[in-house]
């Protein structure tokens, strides 16, 4: 199985800086990664596939790079509303598996 | 528009049963992989089983042998029969299509097994 470690656990940042998420896989995953974000009590949402593919609806200020055992994701300049949890999936090898998640405060 | 709403969930005895639902709107699913994704209390996201094609089926190793993932064209829903369910199942239970990643999402439905 395919471990993803993300990092940091927890990431506090003011409205407009720029928040860097890192996920890290045990063996290479190609570029056949994904990002979600999921707001307290709701479900997860896609933001980023295939490693830098932003999903539809995205805004701009997310992105995604990497290819490999090495992913970061973006957010350029934080809002407000990007307060939440976000978690990397690999789907290179079954099964499919996903990381123990990132969670962004906004101070 | 797409919607895909989850039901089935419920209180359940170790042991026992349970079969989820979800009914999609606005594409088939056919027409992609589907999936299951759950959720335990205050945890994070683990992915549980998806079936593609038709007929071609993946599992967990958490679940193998205990859960089924199947299709219903007609009524464009997807299932998951659980079996033998444990403690450690307690989960809210998502459903997703999946095109390069888990989109769309269903809002969830909670299986708590507990005595």
């Known amino acids: 199985e395919i471990v993803l470690t993300q990092s940091p656990a927890t990431l506090s940042l003011s409205p407009g800086e720029r928040a860097t998420l890192s996920c890290r896989a045990s063996?290479?995953?190609?570029?056949?990664l994904a990002w979600y974000q999921q707001k307290l009590g709701q479900a997860p949402r896609l933001l980023i596939y295939d490693a830098s593919n932003r999903a539809t609806g995205i805004p701009a200020r997310f992105s995604g790079s990497g290819s490999g055992t090495d992913f970061t994701l973006t957010i350029s300049s934080l809002e407000p509303e990007d307060s939440a949890l976000y978690y990397c999936?690999?789907?290179?090898?079954?099964?499919?598996?996903f990381g123990q998640g990132t969670k962004v405060e906004i101070k | 528009e797409v919607q895909m709403v989850e039901s089935g969930g419920g209180l359940v005895q170790p042991g026992g049963s349970l079969r989820l639902s979800c009914a999609v709107s606005g594409f088939t699913v056919s027409s992609t992989c589907m999936s299951w994704v759950r959720q335990a209390p205050g945890k994070g996201l683990e992915w549980v089983s998806v079936?593609?094609?038709?007929?071609?089926?993946y599992y967990a190793d958490s679940v193998k042998g205990r859960f089924t993932i199947s299709s219903d064209n007609s009524k464009n829903t997807l299932f998951l029969q659980m079996n033998s369910l444990r403690p450690e199942d307690t989960a809210v239970y998502y459903c997703?299509?999946?095109?390069?990643?888990?989109?769309?999402w269903g809002q969830g439905t909670l299986v708590t097994v507990s005595s």
């Open positions: 063996q290479s995953v190609s570029s056949s």
């Open positions: 999936q690999q789907r290179s090898n079954w099964p499919w598996t």
């Open positions: 079936i593609c094609s038709g007929d071609n089926t």
């Open positions: 997703a299509a999946f095109y390069g990643g888990f989109d769309p």
